[in-house]
């Protein structure tokens, strides 16, 4: 069969990866991929649905798998389905999961799903009396897409205030803050949890730890993410069952049961383990990235087979097998560079995820041979002159693979040592197991 992969980034590379490695499939398309990522896989220029659509006809693919939100809460899955091409991820009215924060919430207490203590307000001057009133720390969300950033988490009530300024006054994520969720700040282990899901039933899949900070030690600001690494500490049937139970099969049932619409496709959770409850922090309605990057190489099930089940709602018939195996991925990242004009230095880039240059040869991509060493591609283009180049604040995805953490992350760090470009920055402690 033929697939075509809808992303552009690292995740999209593992996901097209996986495909183009499954016995069912004959050719893998992504769209629209980038210069890395053409290196073993077709990639075609198509931005919008409808251009998705257009190639996905062209080409005869027999499925579609889709890895970032936009797509998905602009309704990819309803034009695919409506033209009969088979597609994976859930329609435009179930990815209202991710595209509203609001409304899951409002679900989730409704249906008896853990959350934290919460309001939702679209009038600043509430948002504010509201913060004044409750004594505890909040985190203060825009309702709406925001690409990760639009969760401010708060220390006191003078930077709550701001938060709540930030996202409704100054409109930094434009409409996605027009509301916003307060909730109580919980402290805890923060975990993501993903499932496969029909609608019906659900196959859990092993669990990563993701970096978000962009220094060691958790400092710095928030990005995509930095690492990842899986399995984690607390993987294993014990957990899978607590969420499974407590909040990924309450919410797709009780997603289906108010909406009369199946929830289809992955879901995926970020939640706070506070004396072993787990906590919704927020819905996500496709993978992580990079937590596809170290969670899809230990999938041994064809992903064609688990695709088609979902499809047709017959996932609950066979089992997803994994590996035990251990993958840490590190991310090597657009740091600090000169910003050049015309010859002449015009200050400093302060680099991802502040702003960041573009254009810098990658060098030493050709010396990793290590069968245990796999790239995955994100912020890279083609330059005519200079070959591959940077092209994004997260440029290139290192994963490593050992019989354990430390033998995968060993891999991961010896490889990105090899790899050059001007201002590559990472961090230096991701799978680093904190006690
Ligand atoms: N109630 C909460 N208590 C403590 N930390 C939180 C809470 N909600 C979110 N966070 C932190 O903020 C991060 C981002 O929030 P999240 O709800 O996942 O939104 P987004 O990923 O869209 O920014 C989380 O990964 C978590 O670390
Ligand atoms: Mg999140």
């Given at each position: ?147 990760g950033k639009?969760s ?38 923060e975990?993501s ?17 993701d970096y978000k900070r962009a220094?060691?030690?958790d400092?710095g600001a928030n990005t995509g993410g930095m690492g990842s ?41 970020g ?17 992580g990235?990079p ?62 995820p ?82």
């Amino acid at each position: 069969m033929k697939v075509l992969v809808v992303d552009s980034g690292g995740r999209g590379h593992a996901i097209a990866w996986q495909f183009k490695n499954d016995p069912n499939v004959r050719e893998v398309i992504c769209a629209p991929g980038n210069a890395g990522i053409a290196r073993e896989i077709r990639c075609e220029n198509a931005r919008a649905n409808e251009e998705f659509l257009e190639l996905a006809k062209r080409e005869k693919v027999d499925i579609v798998f889709v890895g970032p939100e936009s797509p998905l809460t602009n309704g990819i899955v309803d034009l695919f389905t409506a033209e009969k091409i088979p597609i994976v991820g859930p329609q435009k009215s179930a990815a209202i999961l991710e595209g509203s924060k609001a409304y899951t919430k409002l679900l989730c207490r409704d249906i008896g799903v853990p959350v934290a203590e919460f309001e939702v307000f679209d009038d600043p001057e509430k948002a504010k009396d509201y913060v004044g009133a409750v004594k505890y720390p909040v985190v203060v969300k825009a309702d709406g897409l925001a690409q990760g950033k639009g969760s401010i988490v708060c220390s006191d009530t003078e930077e709550a205030f701001h938060a709540i300024h930030h996202l409704m006054v100054e409109m930094a994520f434009g409409d996605a803050g027009r509301k916003v969720v307060i909730e109580k700040r919980l402290y805890g282990t923060e975990i993501s949890f993903f499932v496969f899901t029909d609608g019906e039933s659900l196959a859990s899949m092993p669990v990563a730890q993701d970096y978000k900070r962009a220094y060691d030690n958790d400092e710095g600001a928030n990005t995509g993410g930095m690492g990842s690494y899986s399995p984690h500490r607390l993987e294993g049937e014990e957990l899978a069952k607590l969420v499974c139970e407590k909040v990924s099969m309450p919410l797709i049932q009780g997603f289906k049961e108010k909406q009369e619409v199946p929830y289809r496709g992955i879901l995926y959770t970020g939640l706070m383990l506070v004396d072993g409850i787990p906590y919704l922090l927020e819905a996500n309605v496709r993978f992580g990235d990079p937590e596809a990057q170290v969670i899809l190489p230990r999938l041994k099930t064809p992903l064609s087979d688990i695709s088609f089940q979902i499809i047709n709602g017959v996932l609950g018939e066979k089992r997803v097998e994994w590996s035990p195996d251990y993958y840490c991925d590190v991310v090597a990242a657009a740091g600090r560079t000169r910003q050049m004009k015309g010859g002449k230095s015009k200050g400093w880039y302060p680099g991802y995820p502040a702003r960041y240059g573009k254009g810098y040869p990658i060098s030493g991509l050709e010396t990793i041979d290590d069968p245990d060493c796999r790239i995955f591609f994100a912020g890279v283009s083609n330059s005519a002159t200079k070959g591959f180049v940077t092209d994004g604040g997260r440029v290139l995805h290192i994963v490593g693979r050992g019989n354990t953490l430390s033998a995968a992350r060993d891999v991961a760090y010896r490889n990105i040592e090899k790899v050059h470009f001007e201002g590559i920055r990472y961090r230096t402690d991701i799978g680093r197991e904190k006690e």
